[in-house]
Structures are given as C-alpha cells and as structure tokens.
C-alpha cells in the first residue's frame, strides 16, 4: 500500500505548533479589529477571469503559478492565489461601496500558488489581509502600515523593516514606464529578460540576479518622475508615519508581484527567512475595481503572510504564548469512576473551565503520568472504592499535596481554587 504524504509545496499544523500559528494569526488580526476593519470571508476559489484581469495577465502568479481547472459545469476556476481581487469583487457584488465610505476590511485564510517549494515558499500557505476602500485618503495608506507594525509589536517581533515606495499613477507612469523601457532596450539582456522588459519593464528591476541588478543601477527612478499629485500623496503617507514613530527605508526600485498598484507600494522583510524575506507587502490600487468592471474605487491594503510570520518568530527565538490547555484532569479507577468522572468533566467544561480525562484502562501509574503532561493543575483521582465512600482525591499537581473531598463539592471546590488562581494572576 502506498503511504500518502501532504503534496509537494504544502504542510500540515499539527499541535503545538498548529495553536502558535492561530495565537500568530490572531495577534495580527487584534490590531485591525481596533482600527474598525470588518471580517470578510470569500470563497476560496474565483472565476479565473477576475485574476488574470484584476492581478494582470502578465505577472508570475497569473501566467505561471494559478491552480486553474474546468469545473464539471465547464466554467474556468482558479484556486485563489491572493485575496485583494476577490475582496474587492465581493465588496462591488454586495455593494458596500454604496454605504459609509471608507469600506474597512479583514480576512484570513489559504491562498495558492504554484511556485517552486523552499523555505518560507510555500504552495498553499495563510494570510491575514486588510483592505480600505472607497477614499484616496493618504491617512489610510499610513494607517495600515502602522498597523502592521503594531501587530509584529505585539508578537515580539523586533527585525521587520518597512520597504516604502510610490509606483505613480495614470498620469506619471506612462511616461515612468516609457523611459525605463528604452533604457532596458539598451541593456545587453538575455532573451527572456528582454521579453520581460517588453512585457512588464518594472519587473525588471525587482530581478534578483546580481548581473541584472548590476545592469539596471542606473535605471531612471519613478520617484523622480512622479506627477504632482502622487508626489504630495507619498509626502504625506510619510508624514503621517513619521508622526507615529515609524521608521522606514525608501526603496525606489521595490516593485511588487501583483499588477493593480498605485502610488503607494510597501513591504515588510525579516531577515531571518533566507531568500523569503518578505513577510508581508501592500500597497495602494486605485484602479482595480475599473479593470474588473467597477466604478471608481480607490483602496489600499496589505498582506501578512501567517507562515513567514511565525518563521520569522522562531528564527528571533521568541516563544508565541498559547493557551493553556487542560486545567482539571480526572482519573477513574473502575467502571463506575468512569461514569460519574464523564459527567465530571462535563461539568467543569460547561462551566468554562478546560478538563481533560484519561480514556481506557492505562494503571494509575500511567494515568497519573497522563495527568502530568496534560498542564493540568490539578488531578482528579477516583475508584469505585472512593465512590463506595461518597469521596474523591484531589490533588493539586503543583505541590503533590492530595486532599479528599466529598462528590457532590468535587466540582464547585475545583472552580473555587480555580477561580482564585485566575484572579492571583496579573
Ligand atoms: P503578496 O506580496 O503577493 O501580496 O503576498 C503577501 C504576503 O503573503 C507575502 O509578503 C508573504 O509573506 C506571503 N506569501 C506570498 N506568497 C507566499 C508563498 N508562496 N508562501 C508563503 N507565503 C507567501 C498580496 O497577496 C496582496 N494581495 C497584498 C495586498 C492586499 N495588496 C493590497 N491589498
């Protein structure tokens, strides 16, 4: 029999580090939360015509690496390898951008793409996302970006640094885009370059290979021919991040993967990852929702990958604090143990507190055992004799000491120590 493995480019959260990735994931979510940002949940897979239109034809993830298929109704699906289109699909089918405008947005879920698998690449992984829509407000663009850095804050995370550039907008980047391509058509490039600087020029700079990067550093800078407009904006998304303590890289020649940015455009490294140094990236798209059939609306947002996150936290070495998992765990000795420990445990977790029991027949010597690695603090110990007397041990795992006390308090005395713990604690 073939032994089935997770496929290539995936992996499986399993405990404890699957509980890491959701405190991760809820750490960066809290912060949006505060801010106003509302959930949205889109389905996991869209019409194949709104990435290749919304992210752009001639980008990697739309020409190389979407998880696209018939379906049975012969309609072309794509698995969704990002969330900002689909976001703002959802936002125009519903037509939140009739109401209180900005539309603010959070979402969180798996995303896909085909890439070639290794470390922090992944070919399913997990964002946490935000999106404001319906206002060119530069305070939004800051605002996001301070939000993410409260988030990687609040984790503990210390080496994440801000990318931040403007990539213009329709009245400069014609121009931008024109200049850059007849510089690179003077460039002695390779075949596939070259048809990459035809294609998609900007991409071009954002090539990792240091005898491209050695070509283009004299590549003319958008920053130098951004329009007035797109120059103010950028002035004042500075401002505003400057106002809030941020510090920040100009990155001139950080472009991104996607193809709806406008004007502002981040991203947020660690240099813990190896070559997956991104963690997270953003950036403004004032014209997406024309190029997907929309009015005018313009939005900004951003990305955080969960995974890169969480591998980040362990290359820094900072331990993400999870739940404690079991409070009271009961150990039955005897078939009527067992029945009044069931309803024991029952008990205590209707009541909010988190129980535990051990299951089968294991021996006290291995129940106990059990008990230990639960966490627990105390254990419950019982045997039919125990029964026979109305009584049960309960010991408090932290010191050894067991006292006796009768069935019908078992349950309220537990909470009571219980309660008094949680309110000793700061
Ligand atoms: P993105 O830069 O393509 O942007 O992805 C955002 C983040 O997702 C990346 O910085 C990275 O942490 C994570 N990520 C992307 N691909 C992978 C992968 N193959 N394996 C593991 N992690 C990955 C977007 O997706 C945009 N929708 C962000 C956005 C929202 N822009 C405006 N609004």
Not at 245 to 250: A, E, F, N
Request: glycine content about 10%.
């Amino acid at each position: 029999m073939t032994t089935f493995r997770a496929p290539k480019g995936t992996f499986d959260l399993v405990p404890p580090r699957g509980e890491v990735f959701l405190q991760v994931r809820e750490a960066l979510v809290a912060p949006l939360r505060r801010a106003g940002y509302g959930y949205v949940e889109t389905p996991t897979f869209e019409d194949t015509a709104l990435f290749e239109r919304g992210v752009g034809g001639s980008t990697d993830v739309v020409s190389k690496e979407m998880y696209t298929f018939v379906d049975k109704g012969d309609r072309s699906i794509t698995l969704r390898p990002e969330g900002t289109a689909g976001v703002l699909r959802a936002v125009l089918e519903h037509g939140l951008h009739r109401g209180p405008l900005p539309v603010k947005l959070w979402y969180s879920g798996s995303y896909y793409r085909y890439e070639r698998p290794q470390a922090g690449r992944f070919r399913h992984f997990s964002q946490v996302g935000a999106e404001a829509l319906g206002s060119d407000d530069p305070a939004l663009d800051a605002e996001l970006i301070v939000l993410a850095v409260d988030a990687y804050r609040d984790l503990g995370l210390s080496g994440v640094r801000i990318l931040l550039n403007s990539l213009g907008d329709a009245t400069c980047r014609p121009a931008y885009r024109t200049a850059l391509k007849d510089f690179l058509a003077g460039l002695p490039l390779d075949d596939a370059t070259r048809a990459r600087a035809e294609l998609n020029p900007l991409r071009v700079l954002d090539d990792k290979r240091p005898e491209v990067q050695e070509l283009v550093a004299d590549a003319p800078l958008i920053a130098d021919m951004l329009c007035e407009d797109c120059r103010s904006h950028h002035e004042i998304v500075k401002q505003r991040l400057a106002g809030a303590g941020i510090t920040w890289i100009d990155a001139p020649r950080l472009v991104r993967g996607l193809d709806y940015y406008t004007r502002t455009t981040f991203e947020f490294q660690h240099g813990g990852l190896g070559a997956q140094s991104a963690v997270g990236g953003g950036g403004r798209y004032d014209g997406l929702s024309e190029t997907i059939g929309g009015p005018a609306l313009p939005g900004v947002g951003w990305a955080l990958g969960v995974d890169r996150t969480v591998l980040a936290l362990e290359a820094e070495g900072v331990e993400v604090a999870t739940h404690r998992e079991c409070q009271v765990y009961v150990v039955p000795m005897g078939d009527a143990a067992r029945a009044w420990a069931f309803d024991l445990v029952a008990d205590l977790r209707r009541s909010g507190w988190a129980a535990d029991q051990v299951y089968g027949d294991r021996g006290l010597k291995g129940s106990m055992k059990s008990a230990d690695r639960s966490g627990a603090t105390f254990a419950v110990v019982v045997g039919d004799r125990d029964l026979e007397h109305g009584v049960a041990q309960v010991k408090d795992l932290r010191n050894a000491e067991q006292t006796e006390v009768a069935l019908d308090a078992v349950a309220n005395q537990l909470i009571d120590m219980l309660t008094a713990l949680k309110e000793r604690q700061p």
